[in-house]
């Protein structure tokens, strides 16, 4: 399966820990998403890159948030000082040349 | 601020009956149109697209939805569900030339069999 690939699936961490999340999207997709989606809502844009630049940041990322796609190929998504309400399925996409966007499985943090 | 509303949060339908789920955004621009599904236990998947030309899109497996510009709105719809259309269906919106996209808050259809 060639899909969009993100790694870990689940994540338990305390509260005040760093987590690191990573995404492998499709090969041949030259531009990355991330998103976070909580129970109930849909999916809420975060940032996005376009091969190695990351091209918009949403304002409701905190400085504690950092993404990064060095090399236009996989890219991480950290999250500093882990707090509760950071708990979510944090999702990763990837768009082909019609702008359809293919998402992975997700990442799910929860922060105890 | 740019927003797409899906007004239907939960829907129950019994199999064979009609299904038509709303979605509205705000954005006076040009805008792409899609309809994402997430089955149980898996991710968002594609079920159709609207960029241009013909307003009346045809998706996969049975699945249709009419942009009306005037109204702001990409509707769902499908002829007759089966049970295996359970699933939670999100609309989201593409703002010509940004390249970002912006999901309502979705809908879980719960098909009876």
């Known amino acids: 399966d060639t899909g969009v690939s993100q790694n870990p699936r689940h994540k338990i961490t305390k509260r005040g820990q760093n987590v690191t999340f990573r995404c492998d999207p499709i090969?041949?997709?030259?531009?990355l998403y991330w998103y976070r989606q909580t129970l109930g809502q849909g999916p809420e844009f975060l940032t996005y890159?376009?091969?190695?630049?990351?091209?918009?940041k949403s304002r409701l990322l905190s400085d504690r948030f950092s993404a990064e796609r060095p090399k236009g190929s996989f890219s991480t998504l950290e999250i500093q000082r882990t707090e509760q309400g950071d708990s979510a399925m944090y999702l990763c996409?990837?768009?082909?040349?019609?702008?359809?966007?293919?998402f992975g499985e997700g990442s799910r943090l929860t922060v105890l | 601020a740019q927003s797409v509303s899906q007004h239907n949060h939960h829907v129950i339908l019994s199999e064979a009956a009609s299904l038509e789920l709303g979605c509205n955004y705000s954005?006076?621009?040009?805008?792409?149109l899609f309809w994402y599904v997430q089955y149980p236990g898996q991710h968002l998947q594609l079920l159709l697209k609207?960029?241009?030309?013909?307003?009346l899109v045809k998706g996969i497996k049975g699945f249709e939805a009419e942009f009306i510009k005037s109204k702001f709105s990409f509707n769902l719809r499908k002829p007759s569900v089966q049970w295996s259309d359970t699933a939670e269906y999100f609309c989201?919106?593409?703002?010509?030339?940004?390249?970002?996209?912006?999901f309502g808050t979705g809908t879980r259809l719960k098909v009876l069999a």
């Open positions: 989201a919106v593409s703002l010509s030339g940004t390249y970002k996209y912006i």
């Open positions: 996409a990837s768009t082909n040349s019609f702008g359809e966007l293919f």
């Open positions: 609207y960029f241009s030309g013909d307003p």
């Open positions: 090969s041949e997709h030259n531009r």
């Open positions: 890159f376009q091969n190695e630049a990351q091209l918009e």
């Open positions: 954005y006076g621009g040009t805008v792409n």
